[in-house]
């Protein structure tokens, strides 16, 4: 079991950054691939970023390649999202997801085991 709690969310004017922290707590969040992932009002969860399993390469959606980046500390039990250059479009509630089975997709919300409660970002022009 992992309980994943993100933070860093708020208000941003465009062009700015925002660093959204994934804390999990458990012993065996090395065990975990995760991910982030955003869901705009009316729209479905789309995919942001993720690692491919421990460690491993990472993804990025097409919207925010070159833009933002995925880290993770596993002495610290803490994924981050590095977010630069932000646009309106990118206002969103952030999810970060732990998975498991590496044999899943790393970009589709069904791979993922567990979800965090989300942190909101607002980008203003």
């Known amino acids: 079991q992992v309980q994943l709690v993100e933070s860093g969310g708020g208000l941003v004017q465009a062009g700015g950054s925002l660093r959204l922290s994934c804390a999990a707590s458990g012993r065996t969040f090395s065990r975990y691939a995760m991910g982030w992932f955003r869901q705009a009002p009316g729209k479905e969860r789309e995919f942001v970023a993720a690692?491919?399993?421990?460690?491993?390469?990472?993804y990025y959606g097409d919207s925010v390649k070159g833009r933002f980046t995925i880290s993770r500390d596993n002495a610290k039990n803490t994924v981050y999202l590095q977010m630069n250059s932000l646009k309106p479009e990118d206002t969103a509630v952030y999810y970060c997801?732990?998975?498991?089975?590496?044999?899943?997709?790393?970009?589709?919300?069904?791979?993922?085991?567990?979800w965090g409660q989300g942190t909101q970002v607002t980008v203003f022009s």
């Open positions: 997801a732990a998975r498991s089975d590496y044999s899943t997709s790393a970009t589709y919300t069904s791979g993922y085991d567990y």
């Open positions: 690692f491919n399993w421990i460690g491993g390469s990472t």
